[in-house]
């Protein structure tokens, strides 16, 4: 199969962005979309410097920077705006788990970086992501000391408790659900911890401040608001339901009204 | 036994081991504590319950991670589960019975006293997990589900959907972060480490490049843990991250940290065959496939001719044409024989010219006969997400025709080399997770690297270091303006500087690649004196060639992940050479080591307990010399050592 790519290139932070265009061809059909990425880096290196750049007056645009590690769907690392959707044109996958056959032959494809205030660009595809990692840290957790834990089964959890405090778990924090939301807005990531922990009795004790003291940090990082249009659940590699939103909103609203 | 490996296993009775151990360390009082720092590399399960625990006992912790964040280590990606000796399923399991089947899977090459201690501290993992709010498997009684594993008759193995790996990441990951938050720990994500600093003989700090800015940076601490993984990607295919390296045991084993068992690699038969050349990472298939599925190539070339080109579908091979060799080799456990036999079964067939995809390198994975026997509701029930896992991959489907799979490296038993107290042969650093020796010996079973990451991280190191810190903590924090550091960061920079230098026609990735080749070809499932030492020359040829053609695009002070790559690989010719070495001299068969010399006449593993019942740990002598071999002996007191069956 052969491609023109109309990719996002950006040399760093500060730098004024461009789109470039590659052609690529010989791309097997089963190659995922991020192998043809790396075809088309040999391809750049092995040239050292494209047409198009040149014309700009670039000396060498180089490789294409983009985050990835396991391939296998579950680290959370890659991320690309592909065509106008967060992952691509496949449903419920991240994008190394995309693959060409999903692409017509001959097709023009756009890839882009996650856009949104929270997630400021490094370097072409790869953007900034720490913000989650505060969030987080603002309360996603269950302050249990190491060593304090009584015997796992004196804890009984409702079969279907563990089973939707499971769907929210999966959360792989790749930031679609940000960069899809014409707000910006990180409900849906925040949801997912806050809900998988709400449904447990081990996170109870800390529930009211977890909510607020990360609905604080959302707010405070500059992520957006919901407004309900459900586009991040459309693009969530793992599926993750907007009814956890709801109960996000439940425990908030519970914290806030017993202040 | 080398006086230079001293393994510190305490005296007494096996099940007293550790408690023994634990009241021999001196303590450090909170006050203290908190003057003294640690650093952490890597983000996995071992460093990031391991950086946690330090936090809440006070310590002043640094973590790095190459990732953006520390959730996306490789970790992560573990499926099956984790086991624990609970014995919640009232099948008799305990902890002597989860160490017996550990010492015995790893074929009688693992530490009797290691391995007691792990499976000691098993069940205490789970409890801490589910304290952390990790959502595993519940009955509809509230209780705790297990399943089975391959390799044991008791079903221990806790798991959450097939994302257990990920589940204890995030609760260990959730536990750093109230560590963060509480100011105890602090992480620097997209940092790699490129050398460890000695001084006095011990180890104070690191030079790690920030991968954003590109400039190197140092930090020093009064004890150093390296909790990188393990070295599979230098097969370049693995099914390790794209990311993961060996790149800071390296540093280690340079800087005086013996090397053990590298050859030890363990190599997965239900891996997604390669598709072409054009591909850099392999994916896993659940073992548990091998229960319902038939494993065959078929018997006419003719018929591996046609399936090549597309003419004919397996399922239009007849019967009597098909060879399903494993149950042919062997009928008493069919297709369930073991992995290191699986997989090099695969490799003979393959090989011999009937690998059933384009490549050559393939065998089919049928589920015909299951799909008849039982139904297609409950094949999938059993199966249906791996069906669509596959199908979703290669856009074929399992239900109308066979899978198709190859072995691939998984996982590596062998790293760094460390005492009971899991420190290394250098005072003040320790290595814990897949990149320490310990727990494994020859291959490991399922289900157990999870626990053993979480094991020296939760509850062991944070204990045994005590002990080193305890005569520290009148030191003062570490200079980093001193010339060992302006030394090892000249070192690094030089070595950053050569590259650039070249400006050669090859990519880091196509030498890597060719790299891979020679390792799987000679140091792979079958291994033989011939093939390691011309593994051993082609490797050093490779290495020469790299540092005349390869071409390293940009610079140094941006992000750059060419450059990322090339420092990476110059440690995967390194370890390639050593795992080769290692693999020369034990002339034995044994766990995921096979000499083509030291087998059955059935074709059988044959081990040498004789000559080989020890750890060999390599010390490093400089560039272009030899390493000189260290053995500690391996001393069974409380089990029988066996030959590993698989006949009857």
Known sequence: MEFNLKIWRQKNAKAKGHFETYHIAGIEEDASFLEMLDILNEQLIREGCDPVAVERGCQSSGPVSFDHDCREGICGACGLYIDGRAHGPDDHVTTCQLFMRHFKDGATITVEPWRSAGFPIIKDLVVDRSAFDKILQAGGFISVRTGAAQDANNILIPHDDAEESMDAAACVGCGACVATCKNGSAMLFVAARVSSLALLPQGRPEAKRRAKAMVAKMDELGFGNCTNTRACELECPKGINVSHIARLNREFLKAKFSD | ?648
């Open chain 2, 1 to 648: 036994m080398s006086d230079k490996l001293i393994s510190k296993i305490p005296a007494g009775p096996l099940e007293t081991k550790w408690t023994r151990r634990k009241s021999e360390i001196r303590l450090v009082s909170p006050n203290n504590k908190r003057k003294l720092e640690i650093i952490v590399v890597g983000t996995g399960l071992g460093g990031a319950s391991a950086a946690a625990s330090l936090g809440e006992l006070g310590y002043n912790v640094k973590i790095f991670c190459i990732s953006d964040t520390p959730r996306r280590a490789h970790s992560i990606a573990a499926q099956g589960g984790i086991n624990a000796a609970k014995n919640y399923q009232n099948d008799n399991d305990s902890v002597y019975r989860l160490f017996y089947d550990t010492i015995k899977g790893g074929d009688y090459r693992a530490r009797e006293a290691n391995v007691y201690r792990l499976a000691e501290v098993s069940a205490a993992i789970i409890d801490q997990c589910v304290a952390q709010g990790i959502p595993f498997a519940r009955e509809y009684g509230g209780y705790l589900a297990n399943r089975s594993f391959g390799g044991v008759q008791v079903s221990r193995t806790f798991y959450a959907r097939g994302q257990t790996g990920q589940q204890l990441l995030l609760g260990a990951y959730a536990s750093l972060n109230k560590e963060i938050a509480n100011g105890t720990v602090k992480a620097y994500p997209r940092h790699e480490m490129l050398d460890l600093v000695i001084v006095n003989g011990q180890a104070k700090g690191i030079i790690a490049r920030n991968l954003v800015t590109g400039k190197l940076e140092r930090f020093g601490a009064h004890a150093v843990v390296i909790a990188t993984g393990g070295y599979g990607n230098t097969y370049f295919l693995s099914t390790n991250a794209m990311n993961s390296n060996g790149s800071a045991a390296m540093q280690c084993y340079r800087k005086g940290a013996f090397f053990a068992n590298p050859c030890f690699a363990q190599i997965h038969p239900t891996c997604i065959p390669v598709h072409g050349d054009q591909q850099c990472k392999l994916t896993l298939m659940s073992e548990s496939l091998r229960n319902d599925g038939r494993i065959w190539v078929p018997k006419k070339k003719e018929d591996v001719e046609k399936l090549r080109k597309h003419q004919i579908k397996a399922s239009q091979i007849p019967e009597e044409d098909r060879d399903y060799y494993l149950e042919r080799r062997y009928p008493a456990f069919g297709n369930l024989v073991p992995r290191d036999v699986a997989s090099r079964a695969a490799k003979e067939r393959c090989d011999a010219g009937f690998g059933v995809n384009e490549t050559g390198k393939a065998v089919f994975l049928d589920f015909s006969d299951a799909i008849k026997r039982l139904g297609h509701q409950r094949v999938a029930e059993r199966y249906g997400n791996l069906f669509e896992m596959y199908e979703k991959i290669t856009a074929s489907s399992p239900w109308e025709e066979p899978m198709m799979i190859y072995p691939a490296i998984h996982y590596t038993m062998g790293g760094i080399w460390v005492d009971y107290d899991l420190q290394t042969t250098v005072p003040g650093l320790y290595a814990i997770g897949e990149a320490n020796f310990s727990d494994h010996g020859g291959n490991r079973l399922g289900a157990s690297a999870l626990m053993q990451g979480l094991a020296d991280g939760y509850f062991i190191l944070p204990v045994t270091i005590g002990d080193y810190l305890s005569y520290k903590f009148a030191e003062p924090k570490t200079d980093i303006n001193t010339p060992e550091f302006d030394e090892a960061e000249k070192a690094v920079q030089a070595r950053i500087d050569r590259l650039f230098s070249i400006k050669g026609k090859e990519t880091v990735d196509s030498i890597h690649k060719r790299l891979g080749n020679i390792m799987w070809d000679n140091v792979g499932m079958a291994r033989d004196e011939a093939g390691l030492k011309k593994a051993i020359q082609e490797i050093r040829d490779l290495k020469k060639e790299f540092y005349q053609n390869v071409n390293v695009p940009g610079s140094q002070f941006e992000f750059n992940q060419e450059l990322e790559k090339a420092l990476r690989l110059e440690d995967f010719f390194d370890i390639g050479e050593l795992m080769a070495r290692d693999a020369l001299n034990r002339t034995e068969s044994c766990g995921g080591h096979f000499r083509v010399e030291s087998q059955t006449e059935e074709g059988e593993a044959k081990r040498d307990d004789a000559n080989f019942m020890y750890v060999a740990a390599w010390e490093y002598k400089g560039e272009d010399k030899d390493p000189e071999l260290h053995k500690e002996p391996l001393k069974y007191e409380f089990i029988e050592v066996k030959t590993r069956n698989y006949k009857d």
